[in-house]
C-alpha cells in the first residue's frame, strides 16, 4: 500500500518542521529522509520516533525501492535537476517542491504528460508561494490586471537558515529574465529600485529588482503581461550594500568560496533587525488598482505551514495528475484572522496559520 509520506531534506531547518506539522496529521507515515543516517537517527529520537528516519542520497544514480510505498515526496533541497521529480510522477507518487530555483521550475514543465501520473505541486513556501497567491488574489479582484509588483520586505533578525542565505548569495550576480508587456526583458540583481509602501507596520521602503522564480511563473499561470518582482531588507543600510555590490559588480566577489562564507558568517551571526518578513503586491489597469499586503514572521515557519498544508490537500483531494504552481490549484482564504488555503477545485479549506495578518490599501 503506497502510504508513506517522505519529507527529502527532513532534518534540515524546514524539513523538521513539516515533518512534526504532518506527523500531528499522518502518525506513522512520516519520514525525514537524507544522506547523513547519524543526523536522520537524531532528529528521530528527538520526536520519539514519530518521524521516521531514512537514508537517501540525492545523488545516487539508481532509483530507490521505497518510491514503490511512497505516497507522497516532499523535496526540500535543490536538485540539480529533474530526474527524481520524473521518477516520483511515473511511479504514481505525488511530489512537492519547496525550491526558489528558477531553473529547475522551468525545467519542471517540460517534463513530458505521459510521464505524469500523479500531481506535482511546485512554487509552495513563501517566495515563490504566498506571493503567487496574493498575486492571484489581485488578479480576482481584477481580471483585467496588467501588470503586477511584487514587492518582499525580510527581516534580518531572523534566522533563514545557511542554504537560504546561500541561495540568495548566489543570486545577486546572475542576470535574469521576467515579462514586460509580454515581451522577455534582461535585468540585473538590486537595479531599477522604487518605493514601495508596506502600510503602517514597515512604512515605505526602497526595493529592487531580484530574481524570485514567481515573477516568471506567474506571467504564464496568470496570464499577465507585466509581472516583476524586488526585494529589500528591514535595514536599509544593507539593503543599499547590496545595491551597491551589485552596481559596481563587486557581487562576483561572493562567488568565492572564502568571500562567502565570510559574507555567510556575518549574516548568521550579526542579527541586527526583526524576524517580520512582509510582501506587498500591486495589480494596474489602466487608471485603477488592487494593493494587498501580508505581514508575518519567521519566513522559514511559514514555508513549513504552507508545505504542510499543501500537502495535506494533495493527500485528501484526487486531483488530476498533472505539474502545478501553487496558485494554479489553490487561492487564499482568510477569516477571522486565521489563513487558510483553499482548494479552488472543491473549495475544501487548509489550515494554514493565525500568526500572519493581511492589508488592503
Known amino acids: 500500500m503506497k502510504d508513506a509520506i517522505i519529507v527529502i531534506g527532513g532534518y534540515g531547518k524546514v524539513g523538521q518542521m513539516i515533518c512534526k506539522i504532518l506527523a500531528k496529521?499522518?502518525?506513522?507515515?512520516?519520514?525525514?529522509?537524507?544522506?547523513?543516517?547519524?543526523?536522520?537517527?537524531?532528529?528521530?529520537?528527538?520526536?520519539?520516533?514519530?518521524?521516521?528516519?531514512?537514508?537517501?542520497?540525492?545523488?545516487?544514480?539508481?532509483?530507490?525501492?521505497?518510491?514503490?510505498?511512497?505516497?507522497?515526496?516532499?523535496?526540500?533541497?535543490?536538485?540539480?535537476?529533474?530526474?527524481?521529480?520524473?521518477?516520483?510522477?511515473?511511479?504514481?507518487?505525488?511530489?512537492?517542491?519547496?525550491?526558489?530555483?528558477?531553473?529547475?521550475?522551468?525545467?519542471?514543465?517540460?517534463?513530458?504528460?505521459?510521464?505524469?501520473?500523479?500531481?506535482?505541486?511546485?512554487?509552495?513556501?513563501?517566495?515563490?508561494?504566498?506571493?503567487?497567491?496574493?498575486a492571484n488574489h489581485v488578479k480576482e479582484l481584477m481580471p483585467a490586471v496588467h501588470q503586477l509588483d511584487i514587492d518582499v520586505l525580510l527581516g534580518l533578525g531572523d534566522d533563514h537558515g545557511e542554504a537560504a542565505l546561500k541561495w540568495m548569495l548566489d543570486q545577486i550576480h546572475s542576470h535574469f529574465i521576467i515579462y514586460q508587456k509580454e515581451n522577455k526583458v534582461w535585468k540585473i540583481p538590486f537595479s531599477d529600485k522604487k518605493l514601495t509602501n508596506f502600510g503602517s507596520?514597515?512604512?515605505?521602503?526602497?526595493?529592487?529588482?531580484?530574481?524570485?522564480?514567481?515573477?516568471?511563473?506567474?506571467?504564464?499561470?496568470?496570464?499577465?503581461?507585466?509581472?516583476?518582482?524586488?526585494?529589500?531588507?528591514?535595514?536599509?543600510?544593507?539593503?543599499?550594500?547590496?545595491?551597491?555590490?551589485?552596481?559596481?559588480?563587486?557581487?562576483?566577489?561572493?562567488?568565492?568560496?572564502?568571500?562567502?562564507?565570510?559574507?555567510?558568517?556575518?549574516?548568521?551571526?550579526?542579527?541586527?533587525?526583526?524576524?517580520?518578513?512582509?510582501?506587498?503586491?500591486?495589480?494596474?489597469?489602466?487608471?485603477?488598482?488592487?494593493?494587498?499586503?501580508?505581514?508575518?514572521?519567521?519566513?522559514?515557519?511559514?514555508?513549513?505551514q504552507v508545505a504542510a498544508s499543501v500537502a495535506t490537500a494533495i493527500l485528501t483531494n484526487n486531483f488530476n495528475p498533472d505539474i502545478y504552481h501553487i496558485d494554479q490549484l489553490f487561492r487564499l482564504n482568510y477569516q477571522e484572522n486565521t489563513l487558510y488555503l483553499e482548494a479552488k477545485q472543491n473549495k475544501n479549506i487548509y489550515y494554514l496559520c493565525n500568526s500572519i495578518r493581511l492589508s488592503y490599501f
Open 25 to 134: 496529521q499522518f502518525p506513522g507515515r512520516v519520514y525525514a529522509a537524507g544522506r547523513n543516517k547519524d543526523k536522520a537517527i537524531r532528529f528521530a529520537n528527538e520526536t520519539n520516533n514519530v518521524v521516521q528516519p531514512l537514508v537517501f542520497d540525492m545523488h545516487q544514480t539508481e532509483i530507490p525501492s521505497w518510491l514503490l510505498d511512497a505516497k507522497l515526496v516532499m523535496m526540500c533541497i535543490d536538485q540539480p535537476n529533474t530526474r527524481f521529480m520524473q521518477a516520483c510522477l511515473q511511479n504514481g507518487t505525488a511530489y512537492i517542491d519547496i525550491t526558489a530555483d528558477r531553473h529547475f521550475l522551468i525545467e519542471a514543465r517540460k517534463l513530458e504528460k505521459e510521464d505524469i501520473l500523479a500531481p506535482a505541486v511546485l512554487s509552495v513556501g513563501l517566495i515563490p508561494g504566498l506571493s503567487n497567491l496574493l
Open 201 to 304: 507596520v514597515n512604512g515605505k521602503k526602497h526595493t529592487h529588482r531580484f530574481p524570485f522564480p514567481d515573477q516568471l511563473t506567474l506571467y504564464h499561470t496568470l496570464k499577465v503581461p507585466s509581472v516583476s518582482t524586488r526585494i529589500c531588507f528591514d535595514s536599509n543600510f544593507i539593503t543599499t550594500i547590496f545595491a551597491w555590490f551589485c552596481r559596481w559588480k563587486l557581487s562576483r566577489l561572493l562567488q568565492l568560496p572564502f568571500f562567502q562564507q565570510i559574507f555567510l558568517f556575518l549574516l548568521k551571526k550579526w542579527r541586527f533587525g526583526s524576524k517580520q518578513f512582509s510582501v506587498h503586491v500591486s495589480g494596474y489597469h489602466e487608471n485603477s488598482n488592487e494593493s494587498i499586503t501580508l505581514y508575518g514572521e519567521e519566513e522559514s515557519v511559514i514555508t513549513a
